[in-house]
């Protein structure tokens, strides 16, 4: 045993000196000053109580990991992934697709879902590919939402095959446009025994995996979607501040009064609420007022997005 023990502070700092600096095994520390393996634990917890350890990582990555812990606290999350975003091209899909992908192998990988819904756009298409192969026949893979016939490779239908393809699964297409023509009753459209068997699928899935979109013409939905005597600046005068399953939301997440949202196909924000877990995917500056929308209404358990979005995001009021 060294003389420092005599000291007790200076034989915590001693202990601290040869793990922390030196780099031994809290075995090797104990034999080095003739102590039990169990002293040298325990010396180590007091040190780090009383401050004699300050542990400090330099590393560029440590802000991204602060951030996600700031997103689960303030909304609630139960799972926060800010990617680093693309500062070359500017590609605010790829960074969110790859850590969406990524997040889901892993989930897969452990057999967490059975049935995933899917909605559309850019970032789920980036997600497919870079996802690895897999062979899921047991998986299904569910529409959330009505398709339109451009935008094939993103749009609803596009993504539920290229999801089901990727992973060896089954997929089921929510057959129908995204908004019915004005005047037509949607309840009696979605009462049909068709669609009726695909909205008891959404009502079981296990995950539901979400895009947000904006009003502006960068929107798949806006440029492709809407119909044309619709346009953002209508949904804009009604309080939206972008869409959620093509239903527009206001600041709040509330879906905003207008005829549009009256006509959708596809699964409503309530029934969405009920999915045990929902990931929403997106990334991008022009897309923080409906992120942050989504967040608040509690739409949302695993956010997915890039480490300028997340600054935004958290630069905002609670």
Not at 48 to 72: C, N, T, Y
Not at 299 to 307: A, P, Q, S
Request: aromatic share 6%.
């Amino acid at each position: 045993m060294t003389a420092s023990n005599d000291d007790p502070d200076v034989f915590l700092t001693e202990v601290c000196w040869h793990y922390f600096v030196n780099g031994l095994t809290q075995s090797e520390v104990a034999t080095r000053l003739g102590v039990t393996r169990l002293r040298v634990n325990q010396a180590i917890k007091e040190a780090r109580a009383k401050g004699f350890v300050r542990v400090e990582i330099q590393s560029p990555h440590v802000a991204r990991l602060d951030m996600q812990a700031e997103l689960v606290a303030r909304y609630g999350l139960d799972e926060a992934i800010v990617a680093p975003a693309d500062p070359v091209h500017h590609d605010y899909h790829r960074p969110a697709g790859a850590a969406l992908a990524f997040h889901l192998a892993s989930g897969l990988a452990a057999a967490r879902w059975q049935t995933i819904g899917v909605s559309w756009g850019m970032t789920l298409n980036s997600a497919i590919q870079q996802l690895p192969r897999m062979e899921r026949p047991s998986l299904e893979i569910v529409s959330m939402i009505g398709g339109m016939s451009q935008g094939a490779a993103f749009n609803s239908f596009g993504i539920a095959s290229g999801f089901a393809d990727r992973l060896g699964a089954r997929y089921s297409l929510f057959a129908a446009p995204i908004y019915l023509s004005r005047g037509a009753d949607t309840e009696a459209f979605l009462s049909d025994t068709v669609f009726r068997q695909h909205l008891d699928k959404l009502e079981a899935l296990d995950l539901a995996v979400l895009v947000a979109g904006d009003l502006s013409e960068r929107s798949f939905l806006m440029t492709y979607g809407v119909p044309s005597d619709v346009s953002a600046a209508d949904l804009a005068a009604a309080g939206a501040v972008g869409d959620i399953l093509g239903h527009f939301i206001d600041a709040r997440g509330r879906e905003v009064d207008h005829p549009l949202n009256r006509t959708v196909i596809g699964m409503s924000l309530p029934a969405l609420e009920k999915v045990p877990e929902r990931i929403l995917a997106a990334a991008g500056n022009h897309k923080v007022d409906v992120i942050v929308a989504a967040l608040k209404r509690g739409l949302v358990t695993t956010l997915i997005t890039d480490d300028v979005t997340a600054e935004c995001i958290l630069k905002r009021e609670p």
